[in-house]
T-cell receptor, first 109, second 114 residues
Framework: KNEVEQSPQNLTAQEGEFITINCSYS?????LHWLQQHPGGGIVSLFM???GKKKHGRLIATINIQEKHSSLHITASHPRDSAVYIC???????????FGKGTHLIIQP | NAGVTQTPKFQVLKTGQSMTLQCAQD?????MYWYRQDPGMGLRLIYY???????DKGEVPNGYNVSRLNKREFSLRLESAAPSQTSVYFC?????????????FGDGTRLSIL
C-alpha cells in the first residue's frame, strides 16, 4: 500500500526552538515534497527533493532514499511558522501526489 | 500573476443538487489535479489531467466527473451531491509530467452538503 506516515501529528514548541518533523514512506518514489498550509488557507510548496538536502532560509529538508525517510527542520522557530506541514511523494509520472496526514505545528511566543 | 484560481470559495448545497467547481491556471502548466481534504484523512486525489484532452481517475473518483476544457481550465462536477462529499476541494497544476516539478495549489473550495 502506498502510505506516507508523518510524525509527530501535533507539536507545540516555544519560539526559538529547533523543530523536526519526520516523514516515512513505503514505496519507491521519484520525489518527496514538503508543503505548508496555514489555518484556513491554501497550500504552498516548500521543497521538492529526490536526494540529499535543501535549505531555504530557516527551513531545511533532507531525504534518505535507502531508508525511505525525510525530515523537515525549522531553525530559530517563530510564531509565524505555526501551520500544518504536509509530506507527499510523487512517482515520476503525472498521476498526482500521495500525501501524509500532516503535522500541526504551533510555535508559542 | 494569479497562479491557480478556484471558484467558488464557499458553497452550501442540498443533497441531490449538482454543481461544478471551476479551476483555472495561468502558468501554462500541462498537468492539473483535483484533491479533496478531509479531517484526519489528508489530501486525496479525485481526478487528474496529465495534459489537455486527457483525464484519469485518482484514488476517490466515485460521485465526480471532470472536464479539461482547455489547457488552462479543469472543472470538477458533482452530479448528485451527497453529505459524504462535504470537504475542502483543492485544484493544483504542474509542468510537464516527465520532469518532477512542484505543484501549485489554488486556495480551495469549502463545500458543505446538507
Amino acid at each position: 500500500k502506498n502510505e506516507v506516515e508523518q510524525s509527530p501529528q501535533n507539536l507545540t514548541a516555544q519560539e526559538g526552538e529547533f523543530i523536526t518533523i519526520n516523514c516515512s514512506y513505503s514505496v519507491g518514489i521519484s520525489a518527496l515534497h514538503w508543503l505548508q498550509q496555514h489555518p484556513g488557507g491554501g497550500i504552498v510548496s516548500l521543497f521538492m527533493l529526490s536526494s540529499g538536502k535543501k535549505k531555504h532560509g530557516r527551513l531545511i529538508a533532507t531525504i534518505n532514499i535507502q531508508e525511505k525517510h525525510s525530515s523537515l527542520h525549522i531553525t530559530a522557530s517563530h510564531p509565524r511558522d505555526s501551520a500544518v506541514y504536509i509530506c507527499a511523494h510523487s512517482g515520476g509520472g503525472a498521476d498526482g501526489l500521495t500525501f501524509g496526514k500532516g503535522t500541526h505545528l504551533i510555535i508559542q511566543p | 500573476n494569479a497562479g491557480v484560481t478556484q471558484t467558488p470559495k464557499f458553497q452550501v448545497l442540498k443533497t441531490g443538487q449538482s454543481m461544478t467547481l471551476q479551476c483555472a491556471q495561468d502558468m501554462n502548466h500541462n498537468s492539473m489535479y483535483w484533491y479533496r481534504q478531509d479531517p484526519g484523512m489528508g489530501l486525496r486525489l479525485i481526478y487528474y489531467s496529465a495534459s489537455e484532452g486527457t483525464t484519469d481517475k485518482g484514488e476517490v473518483p466515485n460521485g465526480y466527473n471532470v472536464s479539461r476544457l482547455n489547457k488552462r481550465e479543469f472543472s470538477l462536477r458533482l452530479e448528485s451531491a451527497a453529505p459524504s462529499q462535504t470537504s475542502v476541494y483543492f485544484c493544483a497544476s504542474t509542468r510537464p509530467a516527465y520532469s518532477n516539478q512542484p505543484q501549485h495549489f489554488g486556495d480551495g473550495t469549502r463545500l458543505s452538503i446538507l
